[in-house]
């Protein structure tokens, strides 16, 4: 069993930055972010898969503005927002597996932290 602790949510304004993060209990090969809006599905934000190689996915909606990264010695996945819009606003949820594929599907997680709010202001 994985457990998944996350930090660094919050309110900031549009245009802002704001960094995730993500600790891990044990061993994964790929985390991932998702986020989700009221009313709205849950929505596939980035990912890093660490088997053999290293490998970084993002959503359409954030590509160019998030950045997702590792520290691999702490099991910690930090997501750098940047260029934060209203839009962005959600309950981001980290996300990991020990198998490494179908890493922007959210079925492909086993693990899960318990969310937290990123909320922009305009």
């Known amino acids: 069993q994985v457990q998944l602790v996350e930090f660094g949510g919050g309110l900031v304004q549009a245009g802002g930055s704001l960094r995730l993060s993500c600790a891990a209990s044990?061993?994964?090969?790929?985390m991932g972010w998702f986020r989700q809006a009221p009313g709205k599905e849950r929505e596939f934000v980035a990912a890093i898969t660490y088997r053999g190689f290293q490998n970084t996915a993002y959503g359409e909606s954030v590509r160019g503005r998030f950045t997702i990264s590792r520290d691999s010695a702490n099991n910690t996945a930090f997501l750098q927002m940047n260029g934060l819009k209203p839009e962005d606003t959600a309950v981001y949820y980290c996300a990991a597996d020990r198998a490494s594929y179908s890493a922007v599907l959210a079925t492909s997680y086993e693990y899960w932290g318990q969310g937290t709010q990123v909320t922009v202001s305009s």
């Open positions: 044990g061993g994964t090969f790929k």
